[in-house]
């Protein structure tokens, strides 16, 4: 039996290794996993020569829809689910849940997470963050969501980009209060 449902929302930012590595890891943990992908991440992933991205969503989630599946099961707030991390989340995409726009079914599954009090991790993945992107990132946290910049940390000592892709998902997998062993915590750091 599985522990629960999860939503995945993938945008088109740069880093869509972020999301198949969270619904690998998600569903290794026994977690079902449903995952949105949005036209502009199949764009990304063709743009980045990232061929494996379908592939890997199909094999580690129990369904993937395509973002204008509005009418899917997930897009109900009765749909029951532990919560959602959108990974990679782009500027677009924090603006529209910032401003309670349900336009696909990525932004509103995550505003089903607002509205019902559910974990939503939004992992942005853009740099620099200006004044807009900022306000809007406080609009989300102050709605009960959690923002997560993609920022890998080095005290882990990574020796590999997948060393520090796992680091980021760790951290939203943290923010979602789910057990891992994905990167070592700050104490056991080793120098």
Not at 88 to 93: D, F, G, L, M, R
Not at 132 to 145: M, P, Q, S, Y
């Amino acid at each position: 039996m599985a522990k629960g449902r999860v939503i995945i929302g993938i945008t088109g930012a740069s880093g869509l290794q972020y999301g198949v590595r969270a619904a690998e890891v998600l569903s290794g943990l026994g977690f079902d996993v449903h995952t949105v992908v949005s036209d502009w991440a199949k764009k990304t992933a063709a743009a980045e020569g990232y061929p494996a991205f379908a592939s890997g969503l199909k094999k580690y989630s129990k369904k993937v829809y395509d973002e204008d599946a509005l009418g899917a099961d997930i897009s109900s707030s009765s749909f029951d689910v532990y919560g959602m991390i959108i990974i990679p989340c782009s500027i677009k995409t924090m603006a529209e849940v910032a401003s309670g726009i349900a336009s696909n079914l990525i932004s509103r599954s995550a505003l089903n997470m607002l509205r019902s009090r559910k974990r939503l991790v939004v992992v942005v993945r853009e740099a620099p963050l200006g004044m807009i992107e900022l306000e809007n990132a406080l609009r989300i946290t102050r709605a009960g969501g959690i923002i997560l910049p993609a920022s890998p940390a080095f005290y882990s000592h990574p020796k590999s980009v997948e060393d520090m892709i796992d680091f980021v998902v760790g951290k939203a997998l943290d923010a979602m209060s789910i057990s891992h062993n994905m990167y070592p915590r700050w104490p056991s750091a080793k120098k």
